[in-house]
């Protein structure tokens, strides 16, 4: 199929590319650029794997159009880690454990950071309404909270703390 | 990078536009988040040679929420509805109904106009294509049968599951279209055309809205009633995200100890979202058991929850009876 140009921001820089109406954002990413942190696994957006930032607010890549994010500001996991140093919602879900086999990993850093931007003192329920979005086969969630507070705390300027257990959900 | 099937897309900016390509296009689809329309394209449901990307519209981005009548924009995103402050303090229901919707990234996605046009469901439809194809495709699709209800001759019993649509039907909601033969509005009762009767003289799940060929929504409304107090509930399999297992959305007045307004609506029971008959004979006294039995009567009478579902057909009737009865009970203390 023919490409068309597309234009949008990526990862903070301007991107100039091309693609066929009918590719994915995810697929662009992936296949097109080569930027493979952002997962595939449902592909019918049920599972949050392919979350990426569009605007600043969580989308699923999977179900955007390349066409869809023209004139847009786009971020990826390629876009937390800088100058060598992870960023704080990578390191809270390094050392808080918040990830296991990693396959859920980038869109759940995705989601958080999109929920700490617009909040650093986020409580449990509003953490469990962000994240509700992203599935994980494989940590059980709580550690994912504990993760998404130690971030909240470092970008607050805290010292990280040991957090409490988080409460079972309710109903 | 091949996955979909290839099709076109066009970015219009204005509604003229829409139109325009609409005609020129007859066989063009509508993309606002494409939250539900991708997920079928990906499943080889459907493949539409031109998509139209209705989703950034500025002209249909507004929401004006006051205590008379509300308006929403066919592009506005479910997140903004449902923070949407005059929405929750004037149509808590339409508010607490958005809020349910998948989840949060799926509201950033999501619109308005794709949620009152989504299509109905079944667990023979929404599957991929290898398995609709093992398994016999149905009449939704290309096959001549349905698996749900073998005998229907023709008729498709597959779920309305949008969970806005309640809500709007509790205040007699009305829906502004726009097509190549101009604007018309039509009452949202007589939009969704779903009541599948065997003898196929209504719409089913298969053709649940009565839309014409070009045309598309512009914004949904409704009108208030001073004194209505309302709210939404929905049971789904998984609560952070998760189409209805039944949604019911409920409004009611209560004047000294008289039940004097109640309306009720449910989502993912029937083909079309349904707006319960018969309430007001149960207004006028007091909330008692009798209320109950008889609104217990009226969606056995109107609720036709089939097995298009993991959940069998009679459990979600039941389901959506009883939180039809919880939100009735709570707000009726409310209103004391
Ligand atoms: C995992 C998952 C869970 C979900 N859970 C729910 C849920 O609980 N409740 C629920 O209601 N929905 C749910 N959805 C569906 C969906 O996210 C929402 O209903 C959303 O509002 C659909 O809007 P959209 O803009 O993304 O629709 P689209 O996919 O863009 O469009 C849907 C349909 O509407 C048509 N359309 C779009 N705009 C217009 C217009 N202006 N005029 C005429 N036709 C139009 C399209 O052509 C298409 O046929 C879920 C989706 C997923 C993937
Ligand atoms: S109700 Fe019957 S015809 Fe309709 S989608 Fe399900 S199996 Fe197919």
New interface residues.
Partial sequence: ?AKKLVSFTLNGRAHDGAA?????LL??LR??LGLTGTKTAC????C?AC?VL?NG????SC???V??V?GKDVETIESQAKGGKLSPVQEGFHLKLGAQCGGCTPGYIM?AEGLLRGNQSPTVGEI???????ICRCTGYVKIIDAVQHAAAVMRGEEPADYPDVPA?Q? | MDALPEFQVLHPTTVDEVVAARKEHPHSRMIGGGTDLLVNIRRGIEAPPVLIDTGDLQELKTVEATADSITVGASVRLTELAQHADVQAHYPVIAEAAESIAGPTHRNMGTVGGNICLDTRCIFYNQSEWWRTTNDDCLKTTGSMCHVAPKSDGVCFATFSGDLAPGFLLFDGEIDLIGPDGRRTVALQDFYTGYARQDGSTGDGKNYMAIQPGEMVLRVRGKNTPGLLTAYDKVRIRRSIEYPVAGCAVALKRDGDTLSDLRVAFTGTNPRPVRLDGTEALTGGPLTEETFTALDDLCKDQLMSMKTTFTPGHYRRRVATQMAKRLVQRLFDEGA
């Fill in positions: 199929m066929a109406d009918n590719t994915l697929d662009y296949e097109g592909d019918g957006g049920e949050g979350t569009v607010e969580p989308r699923l179900l955007t159009l066409g869809q023209a989601a469990r309404s962000a994240m509700g979005a992203n959900a109903g």
